[in-house]
T-cell receptor, first 116, second 112 residues
Framework: DTGVSQNPRHKITKRGQNVTFRCDPI?????LYWYRQTLGQGPEFLTY????????KSRLLSDRFSAERPKGSFSTLEIQRTEQGDSAMYLC??????????????FGNGTRLTVT | GEDVEQSLFLSVREGDSSVINCTYT??????LYWYKQEPGAGLQLLTY?????DMKQDQRLTVLLNKKDKHLSLRIADTQTGDSAIYFC????????????FGSGTRLSIRP
C-alpha cells in the first residue's frame, strides 16, 4: 500500500493560465474525491468518482474546473483560466466503498496551487 | 443542513491530556471522524466512530460521542510534542453518505 499520491506537490502559475493536477489513489479503492483547502479552513468537497463515473459535484466547482477519471484508476483535475482566488491546497482522497459506506477517506499530501 | 464546528486553538502542557471538542448539526450523522494534519501535509485518519457508539478507545486516543447534544470529543492522553498539529472533526451523514464534511480544525500546540 503506497498511499494516495498527488503530483505536482507545488504549482505556481500566472493568472489566466490552465493547470492540471494528477491523483493516483490506493490501488483497490473504487472511490476518489477532490477537496480544496484554503488557509485556516477545513477541506471543502469538490467532487467524487465511483470507478470512472463522476457522481457528485459541489456548487464550488465552477465551469472552469473539470475532473476526469477515465479508467477508474488515476484522476486529473484541470483548472482553466486560473484566478487568484483559485490559490489553495487541492487534496485528493480515496476510499473503498462497501454497502454501508463506512469507509473513511485516505488523503494524499495535496497539490499547493499559487496563482500570481 | 450540515455544519461542523470546532474551537480554533488549544494549548496544553507536555504530558497532560488534550481534549478537542466538536459540535455538529445534522442529526442523521452516521460516522464521525478525527483527522490530523501536520504542516504542508495531507490529512491523516486518526480514528472514527459509528453513531450508535458513545465511546471508542485506541491507545492514547479516546473518542466520546454525545449524540443527544451532537457533541464529539477527542482526548489525547500524555500529549507529546509530536502531537502538535491541526485536528479536524468530520461527519458523514445519511443525507450525504457519499462525502465527508469537515470542520475548520483545531490547532493544538504543546508547551514544554
Amino acid at each position: 500500500d503506497t498511499g494516495v499520491s498527488q503530483n505536482p506537490r507545488h504549482k505556481i502559475t500566472k493568472r489566466g493560465q490552465n493547470v492540471t493536477f494528477r491523483c493516483d489513489p490506493i490501488s483497490e479503492h473504487n472511490r476518489l474525491y477532490w477537496y480544496r483547502q484554503t488557509l485556516g479552513q477545513g477541506p471543502e468537497f469538490l467532487t467524487y468518482f465511483q470507478n470512472e463515473a463522476q457522481l457528485e459535484k459541489s456548487r464550488l466547482l465552477s465551469d472552469r474546473f473539470s475532473a476526469e477519471r477515465p479508467k477508474g484508476s488515476f484522476s486529473t483535475l484541470e483548472i482553466q483560466r486560473t484566478e487568484q482566488g483559485d490559490s489553495a491546497m487541492y487534496l485528493c482522497a480515496s476510499s473503498l466503498a462497501r454497502g454501508d459506506d463506512a469507509s473513511p477517506l485516505h488523503f494524499g499530501n495535496g497539490t499547493r496551487l499559487t496563482v500570481t | 443542513g450540515e455544519d461542523v464546528e470546532q474551537s480554533l486553538f488549544l494549548s496544553v502542557r507536555e504530558g497532560d491530556s488534550s481534549v478537542i471538542n466538536c459540535t455538529y448539526t445534522d442529526s442523521s450523522s452516521t460516522y464521525l471522524y478525527w483527522y490530523k494534519q501536520e504542516p504542508g501535509a495531507g490529512l491523516q485518519l486518526l480514528t472514527y466512530i459509528f453513531s450508535n457508539m458513545d465511546m471508542k478507545q485506541d491507545q492514547r486516543l479516546t473518542v466520546l460521542l454525545n449524540k443527544k447534544d451532537k457533541h464529539l470529543s477527542l482526548r489525547i492522553a500524555d500529549t507529546q510534542t509530536g502531537d502538535s498539529a491541526i485536528y479536524f472533526c468530520a461527519e458523514r451523514t445519511y443525507s450525504s453518505a457519499s462525502k465527508i464534511i469537515f470542520g475548520s480544525g483545531t490547532r493544538l500546540s504543546i508547551r514544554p
